[in-house]
């Protein structure tokens, strides 16, 4: 009894490090294989009910930890019938039937006429509003099941934000305002302000951390908005019109710098009204009246 | 913390009206609650001293000064019950009863002190010198509040009356009626007295015939209400009073200041916490997509929450601080001007201190509650639409 609630509880861990994110991969590989060296001594000891039970929760572990990819995956499934409807009188489907599959790695421009549904679908996918209908899973967890009080936390560990204008706290500088989402996700102080700095740093503001929003200029604004965003390493970084407010030579300059960031594996979903913004993603979704309408792939 | 100023001081203006508003409150509170506590400290004092005794006078009132003949002490002896009677003068240190005063005026006590020592349990500590003796002719005990008053030193004398009385001692703070009198032996006391009465009364009576009360010690069991009824009864031309008709002539005003001091500290409370919730209400409306976008990168409900009641608890602590440190000053310096006429006012106790503070900072996190909590239910998909 003792030895299968070991394998139980083994069981569980996997499963908790498995939709624990990419931070605990190391954790989950660690958890793998003690379960391979528990199922070699079971085997040899001749005790095959338990080395049966355990094989299959080893192949389970194995295939979750396979099919996510786990070193750099967070993958945002959303099944066909994901509906929001808004009620403005009459009743308006401001998403009516979207799938989208978002995989690790990816940048993406989501582009569309106003009321498309673009900024209705972002928020979703960032966990800031519930679908009417529909289901979205994040890392094969369906976010509907998610009590509303933990999501918060989700937010601010494993989701980046950048919005369009007023994006930071006017009263804090560069530097606290990269270290917000470190704050709410319980990071220690010494710590949240090296990292905070470092992100800062690889923005290409470091002789601007104590520099406040009204000593920025638009651009070097959203590059902190972009470092507040990514200070945690999070799964995925959302934009609304992140360059809506900029000239042409600031939009190039954060787009390089979301570019150089997705290179080194940041996935990023930019909802956009900018051609040009879009040029630089790998994938643009086109939305029309709450649904895709089409997406080109580069 | 910093970020807690900051956001207190985006609107200047606002801010400081808002902590000024608290500022009054808390002004009037220490204000008015350093003399509550000063008269409140005079009739606890009051309430011991009389606790135990009876007090026999010739009119109604604890504190007027009918003459009385000294020969009625042996009929008030007699009565069942009583254990001593000691003769007492009780008068003005002034030619006059001062026109104003706060709580007893500066007195003249004398009494027959061998007795006073044997029965009395209101004891009093001496800062210098001793106590009186019975024979202390010519000499006086000087209560605190009047040393300056009367430039008293040990040793020294000091003019009382118009005459040069040896201080003998200087008696410890008591927060009560002792601290405003000078104390000599009775029949130092009785002459003084005597030259008040009028013409009439002095020709067909003596100096030492004339005292204008009785301290009446009681028996152990004995309830000294009930002896007073007794010697009312008993002994003509006379009024005593047990413990019950302080606490029905003294204790129940205080009730009535203590009720003025409850309606201030209201008052405060619904100015105070009215101008905090409007301000905290305007604040959070002005920052609405910035408590959006705090929520969409992961503050929770206790971090918002937080931010707002700290920032509501820092205007009522600045308000408070503030407050406290005007009445403090105030009280200090009229404490200062009129404690060279021995008429101390206000007693700014380290309770009505601690209390006022706190009392501005639980009303502003009260006050900002209503707005934080409607920070917290911001929708964040509205908040980020607002510009």
Same mark, same amino acid.
């Given at each position: 009894?003792a030895?299968?609630?070991?394998?139980?509880?083994l069981?569980?861990?996997m499963?908790?490090?498995?939709?624990?994110?990419?931070k605990?991969?190391?954790?989950a590989?660690?958890?793998?294989?003690?379960l391979?060296s528990?199922?070699?001594?079971?085997?040899?000891?001749?005790?095959?009910?338990?080395?049966?039970q355990l094989?299959?929760?080893?192949?389970?572990a194995?295939?979750l930890f396979a099919q996510?990819?786990?070193?750099d995956s967070y993958?945002?499934?959303?099944d066909?019938t994901?509906k929001?409807?808004r009620?403005?009188?009459?009743v308006?489907?401001?998403?009516?039937?979207v799938?989208l599959?978002i995989e690790a790695?990816?940048?993406?421009?989501i582009?569309?006429?106003s009321?498309s549904g673009?900024?209705?679908?972002?928020n979703?996918?960032?966990?800031?509003?519930q679908?009417t209908a529909?289901q979205?899973f994040?890392?094969?967890?369906?976010v509907?099941l998610?009590?509303?009080?933990?999501l918060?936390?989700?937010?601010?560990?494993?989701?980046?934000?950048?919005?369009?204008s007023?994006?930071?706290?006017p009263?804090?500088t560069?530097?606290e305002?990269?270290?917000?989402?470190?704050?709410?996700?319980g990071?220690?102080?010494?710590?949240?302000r090296q990292?905070?700095?470092e992100?800062?740093?690889q923005?290409?503001l470091?002789?601007r951390?104590?520099h406040r929003s009204?000593?920025l200029?638009?651009g070097?604004?959203?590059r902190?908005?972009?470092?507040?965003s990514?200070?945690n390493?999070?799964s995925?970084?959302?934009?609304?019109e992140l360059?809506?407010?900029?000239?042409?030579?600031m939009t190039?300059?954060?787009?390089?710098?979301v570019k150089?960031?997705?290179?080194?594996?940041?996935t990023?979903?930019?909802v956009?009204h900018?051609p040009?913004?879009?040029k630089?993603?790998?994938?643009?979704?086109?939305?029309?009246d709450?649904?895709?309408e089409?997406?080109v792939?580069? | 913390m910093r970020?807690v100023?900051?956001?207190m001081f985006?609107?200047k203006t606002? $801010?400081v009206?808002?902590?000024?508003?608290?500022?009054?409150?808390i002004f009037a509170?220490? =204000?008015? /609650? !350093?003399m509550a506590e @000063?008269?409140?400290?005079l009739v606890?004092g009051?309430?011991?001293?009389?606790a135990?005794?009876v007090?026999v006078?010739?009119?109604d009132s604890?504190?007027?000064t009918?003459p009385?003949d000294?020969?009625k002490k042996?009929q008030i002896?007699k009565v069942e019950?009583?254990t001593a009677?000691s003769a007492?003068?009780?008068t003005?240190l002034?030619e006059k009863?001062?026109a104003?005063?706060?709580?007893?005026p500066?007195?003249i006590?004398g009494?027959?002190?061998e007795?006073?020592k044997?029965f009395?349990?209101f004891?009093? $500590?001496y800062?210098?010198?001793?106590?009186?003796?019975a024979?202390?002719?010519g000499?006086? =005990?000087? /209560? !605190?509040?009047?040393? @300056?008053?009367?430039?008293?030193?040990?040793g020294?004398?000091?003019k009382?009356?118009?005459?040069d009385?040896?201080?003998?001692?200087?008696m410890n703070?008591?927060?009560?009626?002792p601290?405003?009198?000078?104390a000599?032996?009775?029949a130092d006391?009785q002459?003084i007295?005597?030259?008040e009465l009028p013409?009439?009364?002095r020709a067909s009576?003596?100096?030492?015939?004339?005292?204008?009360?009785?301290t009446?010690?009681?028996k152990?069991?004995?309830?000294?209400n009930?002896?007073?009824?007794?010697?009312?009864?008993?002994?003509?031309d006379?009024v005593?009073?047990?413990?019950?008709a302080f606490q029905?002539?003294?204790?129940s005003a205080?009730?009535?200041?203590?009720?003025?001091?409850?309606g201030?500290?209201?008052?405060?409370?619904?100015?105070?916490?009215l101008?905090?919730?409007n301000?905290?209400?305007?604040s959070?409306?002005?920052?609405?997509?910035?408590?959006?976008i705090?929520?969409?990168?992961?503050a929770k409900?206790?971090?918002?929450?937080?931010e707002y009641l700290?920032?509501a608890?820092?205007i009522?602590?600045?308000g408070?601080?503030l407050g406290w440190?005007?009445?403090?000053?105030?009280?200090?310096?009229?404490?200062a001007a009129?404690?060279?006429?021995?008429?101390?006012i206000f007693?700014?106790s380290?309770?009505?201190?601690i209390f006022?503070i706190a009392?501005?900072v639980?009303?502003?996190v009260?006050a900002g509650?209503?707005?934080?909590?409607?920070a917290?239910k911001?929708?964040?998909v509205?908040a980020l639409?607002?510009?």
């Amino acid at each position: 009894m003792a030895k299968n609630d070991t394998i139980l509880k083994l069981d569980n861990v996997m499963k908790i490090y498995i939709l624990g994110g990419r931070k605990n991969a190391k954790k989950a590989q660690k958890a793998i294989q003690k379960l391979q060296s528990r199922h070699q001594k079971l085997s040899a000891k001749g005790q095959n009910a338990l080395a049966v039970q355990l094989e299959q929760t080893l192949k389970q572990a194995q295939l979750l930890f396979a099919q996510e990819k786990y070193e750099d995956s967070y993958r945002v499934v959303t099944d066909k019938t994901l509906k929001k409807r808004r009620d403005r009188g009459a009743v308006v489907h401001a998403l009516n039937g979207v799938s989208l599959d978002i995989e690790a790695g990816d940048l993406i421009a989501i582009m569309g006429p106003s009321g498309s549904g673009k900024t209705t679908l972002l928020n979703m996918l960032g966990l800031l509003d519930q679908p009417t209908a529909g289901q979205i899973f994040l890392k094969s967890q369906n976010v509907g099941l998610i009590k509303r009080r933990h999501l918060p936390e989700i937010r601010s560990k494993e989701l980046g934000f950048v919005f369009q204008s007023f994006n930071l706290v006017p009263t804090l500088t560069a530097l606290e305002n990269a270290m917000l989402p470190l704050k709410y996700s319980g990071v220690h102080m010494a710590k949240r302000r090296q990292m905070a700095k470092e992100a800062l740093v690889q923005v290409g503001l470091g002789d601007r951390l104590n520099h406040r929003s009204n000593e920025l200029s638009g651009g070097q604004q959203q590059r902190v908005a972009i470092a507040r965003s990514v200070v945690n390493s999070p799964s995925i970084v959302f934009g609304d019109e992140l360059t809506g407010e900029l000239d042409s030579k600031m939009t190039a300059d954060v787009m390089s710098l979301v570019k150089k960031l997705n290179r080194k594996g940041q996935t990023f979903v930019i909802v956009t009204h900018n051609p040009e913004v879009a040029k630089v993603c790998r994938r643009i979704i086109y939305m029309k009246d709450g649904r895709i309408e089409r997406e080109v792939k580069k | 913390m910093r970020e807690v100023l900051r956001n207190m001081f985006r609107r200047k203006t606002r $801010t400081v009206l808002t902590i000024f508003g608290i500022t009054i409150g808390i002004f009037a509170f220490t =204000v008015m /609650g !350093s003399m509550a506590e @000063k008269i409140n400290l005079l009739v606890s004092g009051g309430t011991k001293y009389y606790a135990d005794k009876v007090t026999v006078s010739g009119s109604d009132s604890l504190f007027l000064t009918a003459p009385l003949d000294i020969h009625k002490k042996p009929q008030i002896a007699k009565v069942e019950g009583v254990t001593a009677v000691s003769a007492t003068v009780y008068t003005s240190l002034s030619e006059k009863f001062d026109a104003v005063s706060f709580g007893p005026p500066a007195s003249i006590v004398g009494s027959e002190v061998e007795i006073e020592k044997r029965f009395e349990t209101f004891k009093i $500590t001496y800062s210098s010198g001793r106590e009186l003796n019975a024979d202390d002719q010519g000499k006086v =005990v000087v /209560g !605190s509040d009047l040393v @300056k008053k009367l430039g008293a030193k040990v040793g020294s004398p000091v003019k009382v009356r118009g005459q040069d009385y040896e201080v003998v001692g200087i008696m410890n703070k008591t927060l009560t009626a002792p601290d405003n009198t000078v104390a000599m032996i009775l029949a130092d006391a009785q002459k003084i007295y005597y030259g008040e009465l009028p013409e009439i009364v002095r020709a067909s009576s003596r100096p030492e015939a004339v005292v204008n009360g009785f301290t009446v010690y009681v028996k152990e069991g004995v309830d000294p209400n009930q002896l007073a009824e007794k010697i009312n009864n008993e002994v003509p031309d006379v009024v005593a009073n047990g413990p019950k008709a302080f606490q029905d002539q003294i204790a129940s005003a205080t009730a009535i200041f203590n009720s003025i001091l409850f309606g201030v500290a209201l008052i405060s409370l619904v100015v105070g916490g009215l101008s905090v919730i409007n301000t905290m209400t305007m604040s959070i409306s002005e920052r609405t997509r910035e408590i959006g976008i705090k929520k969409a990168i992961g503050a929770k409900t206790h971090h918002i929450m937080g931010e707002y009641l700290t920032e509501a608890a820092f205007i009522g602590l600045f308000g408070g601080l503030l407050g406290w440190g005007l009445g403090a000053l105030t009280v200090t310096a009229i404490n200062a001007a009129t404690e060279e006429s021995g008429n101390v006012i206000f007693l700014l106790s380290p309770r009505i201190s601690i209390f006022a503070i706190a009392f501005a900072v639980i009303l502003g996190v009260i006050a900002g509650f209503y707005p934080a909590y409607h920070a917290v239910k911001i929708n964040i998909v509205k908040a980020l639409r607002e510009q």
